[in-house]
Antibody, heavy 114, light 108 residues
Framework: EVKMVQSGGGLVQPGGSLRLSCAASGFTISSFWVNWVRQTPGKGLVWVSRINNDGSIISYADSVKGRFTISRDNAKNTVYLQMDSLRVEDTAVYYC???????WGQGTLVTVSS | EIVLTQSPGTLSLSPGERATFSCRASQSVNSNFLAWHQQIPGQAPRLLIHGASNRATGIPDRFSGSGSGTDFTLTITRLEPEDFAVYYCQQYGSSPLTFGGGTKVEIK
């Protein structure tokens, strides 16, 4: 079965840091671009960042540029999202996702609150 | 930034009916890199269509995508009970990637 399993997330104070992980299962993630997408409760999907196969092409939404860092370890079949200088408005469910092979992670809740 | 406008915002239909969703882009989508995702409340989204018209693995053939350039359509030929959900289009041809606001399909 092709899937991506997420870990990390939780409650953090404003200004704090968290790292999300997204581990691929049933396929080799090194062949594919991976995105991070977030969703606040009751709202739509918002793209956050993406990384290409070998990590040489990376892009971010303006809202997270300079604070979030996407990376990948193909040997571990895993992609990461390091989130620093977190703000209350970063509170959301975060998903990793690929267009190919067409997989979404299960989502992980990040809550930024004092 | 490419803005995606989905219409209608809500569709009220009965099981067995045909559903048609529109996604209009503010500028041409590179290489027709347009995807459709389905999200059932409380669940993660699921990819239905990529490249405007290619069904993802395991997606039933009642789902089809069409269109090019700035105008795209998702069609469900006969609604099944499990199809009542929110549908999002997404362009992934240029950064920043963007999503439409979604179309909710509710039971009439």
């Amino acid at each position: 079965e092709v899937k991506m399993v997420q870990s990390g997330g939780g409650l953090v104070q404003p200004g704090g840091s968290l790292r999300l992980s997204c581990a691929a299962s049933g396929f080799t993630i090194s062949s594919f671009w991976v995105n991070w997408v977030r969703q606040t409760p009751g709202k739509g999907l918002v793209w956050v960042s993406r990384i290409n196969n070998d990590g040489s092409i990376i892009s971010y939404a303006d809202s997270v540029k300079g604070r979030f860092t996407i990376s990948r370890d193909n040997a571990k079949n895993t992609v990461y999202l390091q989130m620093d200088s977190l703000r209350v408005e970063d509170t959301a469910v975060y998903y990793c996702a690929t267009i190919l092979p067409g997989t979404w992670g299960q989502g992980t809740l990040v809550t930024v609150s004092s | 930034e490419i803005v995606l406008t989905q219409s209608p915002g809500t569709l009220s239909l009965s099981p067995g009916e045909r559903a048609t969703f529109s996604c209009r882009a503010s500028q041409s989508v590179n290489s027709n890199f347009l995807a459709w995702h389905q999200q059932i409340p409380g669940q993660a989204p699921r990819l239905l269509i990529h490249g405007a018209s290619n069904r993802a693995t395991g997606i039933p053939d009642r789902f089809s995508g069409s269109g090019s350039g700035t105008d795209f359509t998702l069609t469900i030929t006969r609604l099944e009970p499990e199809d009542f959900a929110v549908y999002y289009c997404q362009q992934y041809g240029s950064s920043p990637l963007t999503f439409g606001g979604g179309t909710k399909v509710e039971i009439k």
